[in-house]
């Protein structure tokens, strides 16, 4: 490797842990996101009950998880820029951080929460749901390319919104017309891992859309991050 | 007397360097407004090589806007900064990462402690380690410590020693001395010394007079 | 020399709208005189992606080539503008559906994809208000800008294929495709789109200028400021 890709990287991954060493003294990302998912999870579960829930079906449910998990993600993901502005220590960032580097870590570190969250929602989920899945490693792929498709759309607009007023609820406004075709993709792939359907072209559409907005991101991070 | 020298063999002689390794600093017609608020009206300066600037003004007059605009945190509505570093003019990228800069909403990372913040960014700016020991000494500051946890003097060092991690060349420095006690200002104001001394350029802001005995600063005054 | 143009683009819309609605024949399969709604609803819907297309083209000259404000004030117009004409299509495809299949909504890939543009129209204007310092406002709003360019052909034109999109299954009929286009009718449809094409840039030339007095009055300093 390149002299100076290694150095990208060492920023990068010195961003990565950074965060997980602050989020670990605080855990709030784990608190909210994790508290989020799970109650809002035991509402619908005790609003369908045993019968609701064999009614809705697996498409039904399929989109259910992915609410869970959007309403999740807007709930805790914003923060990771969001604080940096309120707290003032964006500033020590910028003059220190290489863009791109700084994008990646903040990137990587979401997509693990996202993915620690999908590792403690999903059985939970399918043992409430009573949903049985038919092509079980499918459903891992998609929710790993989902995941990191609503991490990598959701850290962008978090930059955006963090140098915003009213920070909290424009991210919603931001995100989500960034993020429902990813949506619908993701509904799409656990469907048909459910149901054992076929669907060539999913997954394909979908990593696209992943590549799509990672590198439209790194593209358009430099120009929000700085004046 | 020997056999004269053959051409191809001459070593040319040493002579003192035309053009020694500048650092300069220079600003003119800055123009920076907020909305409707005009805070910044054509603002005109430099410093090079040892140089050290005064700013100077009341409350509002644009003092730390000036110098949030020389660091390139703020992007002047009009105007033109130019910073050269070793025969080298910086872009704006590249200005914001060479720039040493101490201001009063510079923060850090409440739950770590002193050392995982300098080394954090000792990491970001590929510095060595050993950095970071030598400069908390300089300025006397307790590693073990968690930034969130410390006193607004012992977070005033911790900014100083954070501007200074990379040794840079530019010193842009707002309020420096704000918080800290009579040793602490002492040892800054050595550090500023210093730094001229070894031909590096500091724009300060300050509400009081600046005592550089070596280093007389010129003045840049901002109000009306 | 303006005046001529404006003219001819008055002149231009008339004979269009005579047309759709005298000279280009009645659809087959379609319920009495409905189909002469395609001849404002394609060219509505066409605009709004042109509108798309231009505020992300605007942003991108902004953000990469110069900060010249002219850029942000013709992408923010650009962005007004195209919520306008989303709203006309939708309306009208609304309007249309109700007529052919008895409901106003009908869950068709191309009437949510049109709602999504809305939304991420809706949400550009909404940043906008949002931030305070007027040259950080126009930076984030051109990134959202071209990230929603980025996303658009998803939206438009990845989602409408797939299948199982729809929640509820519903065999619709492609509303601008796969309809036999007889000659006339195509002549009228294009003669459509080119005037609200055109409608379009004129009104945006006037809107832009206007934002841009609004913007400079605004911007004059406080009296009294030393």
């Known amino acids: 490797m390149s002299q100076s890709a290694s150095i990208w990287l060492a920023e990068a991954v010195a961003v990565y842990l950074k965060e997980w060493r602050c989020e670990l003294r605080t855990r709030y990302a784990l608190n909210t996101l994790g508290l989020f998912a799970f109650t809002t999870l035991v509402v619908v579960s005790m609003s369908l009950g045993a019968e609701g829930v064999l009614a809705a079906g697996p498409s039904v449910l399929s989109v259910l998880l992915w609410i869970l998990l959007l309403f999740a993600v807007t709930a805790g993901l914003p923060r990771g820029f969001v604080h940096e502005e309120e707290t003032h220590t964006a500033t020590a960032l910028r003059l220190a951080a290489t863009p791109s580097a700084l994008f990646c870590g903040k990137l990587a570190y979401n997509a693990s929460v996202v993915f620690l969250l999908q590792l403690l929602l999903t059985p939970l989920f399918l043992i409430m749901m009573q949903l049985s899945v038919e092509k079980p490693l499918l459903l891992i792929w998609t929710l790993l390319a989902g995941g990191y498709g609503l991490a990598a759309g959701g850290t962008l607009v978090a930059a955006i919104i963090a140098q915003a007023r009213t920070a909290g609820t424009l991210f919603a406004v931001l995100a989500l017309p960034v993020l429902l075709p990813l949506l619908v993709m993701a509904i799409e792939l656990t469907e048909i891992a459910v149901l054992g359907k076929a669907g060539d072209m999913a997954m394909p559409r979908l990593l696209l859309y992943d590549g799509t907005v990672t590198v439209v991101s790194l593209m358009l991070f430099p120009a929000i991050w700085n004046p | 007397m020997g056999p004269p020298p053959h051409p191809a063999c001459t070593i040319p002689p040493v002579t003192a360097p035309t053009t020694p390794l500048r650092t300069q600093l220079r600003f003119s017609d800055l123009v920076r407004s907020f909305g409707r608020l005009p805070v910044l009206q054509g603002v005109t300066g430099a410093v090079q090589d040892g140089e050290a600037m005064l700013v100077t003004g009341r409350n509002g007059s644009g003092k730390s806007t000036l110098l949030k605009c020389l660091a390139g945190l703020l992007a002047p509505d009009a105007g033109k900064i130019e910073h050269h570093e070793a025969g080298q003019t910086l872009e704006p990228w590249a200005r914001r990462l060479a720039v040493g800069y101490v201001a009063p909403d510079l923060a850090f990372y409440e739950e770590l402690t002193v050392w995982e913040n300098l080394h954090f960014f000792a990491r970001m700016r590929r510095v060595p380690t050993d950095r970071i020991a030598e400069l908390l000494e300089r300025v006397d500051l307790t590693p073990k410590r968690a930034a969130g946890a410390l006193s607004s003097g012992m977070l005033q060092r911790l900014r100083w020693a954070w501007a200074l991690l990379h040794s840079p060349r530019v010193l842009l420095l707002d309020e420096p001395f704000q918080n800290l006690d009579e040793p602490g200002r002492r040892t800054t104001r050595d550090l500023i010394e210093e730094h001229l001394e070894d031909g590096g350029v500091a724009v300060v802001a300050n509400p009081r007079e600046l005592e550089l005995p070596h280093h007389e600063p010129k003045r840049l005054d901002l109000a009306g | ?226």
């Open chain 3, 1 to 226: 020399m303006k005046k001529l143009l404006a003219w001819i683009l008055w002149l231009w819309i008339a004979l269009m709208i005579v047309g759709a609605f005298a000279w280009a024949p009645l659809a087959q399969d379609f319920i009495g005189e409905s189909s002469r709604i395609l001849f404002f609803h394609v060219p509505m819907a066409w605009t709004a992606f042109v509108g798309f297309m231009a505020a992300g083209v605007w942003s991108a000259r902004y953000l990469w080539f110069g900060r010249n404000v002219r850029h942000d004030q013709a992408a923010h117009t650009a962005v007004s503008l195209g919520l306008v004409f989303c709203v006309l299509a939708t309306v009208s495809g609304a309007m249309w559906a109700k007529v052919m299949w008895g409901e106003y909504w009908n869950w068709d890939p191309r009437q949510l994809s049109i709602v999504m543009a809305m939304l991420f129209y809706m949400a550009y204007l909404t940043l906008r208000s949002a931030v305070a310092d007027p040259q950080t406002g126009r930076r984030l709003a051109a990134a959202y800008a071209l990230l929603g360019l980025a996303v658009a052909p998803f939206l438009f034109f990845v989602l409408p294929r797939m299948s199982g999109f729809t929640l509820h299954p519903e065999p619709v009929l492609n509303q601008s495709g796969k309809i036999e286009v007889e000659e006339r009718m195509l002549t009228v449809l294009i003669a459509g789109a080119v005037g609200f094409t055109a409608l379009f840039f004129w009104v945006h030339n006037l809107g832009r200028r206007l934002l841009s007095l609004s913007e400079r009055a605004a911007a004059r300093p406080i009296a009294g400021e030393s």
